[in-house]
């Protein structure tokens, strides 16, 4: 589970990267830049929320050992 959580992370990373190619910072509200403004946040909403899932099983893990 521990190298599935991560190889999500970095493909979220993947995703922020290249959607930060698309960006045109001049119309940055205007046709794919912001399509990929949209994805930026939405990938590190994903990234966020699988860090805390992983710290979540960390937590269980060693409440689970006492």
Do not use: P, W
């Not at 190889?7 to 399509?35: K, M, P, R, Y």
């Amino acid at each position: 589970m521990k190298i599935f959580i991560y190889t999500l992370i970095f493909i979220a990373l993947g995703l922020i990267i290249f959607n930060a190619t698309q960006l045109d910072f001049e119309n940055l509200t205007e046709g794919n830049s912001f399509v990929a403004l949209i994805g930026i946040v939405l990938s590190l909403c994903a990234v966020c929320i699988l860090l805390i899932f992983r710290l979540a099983k960390n937590i269980e893990e060693k409440t689970r050992n006492h």
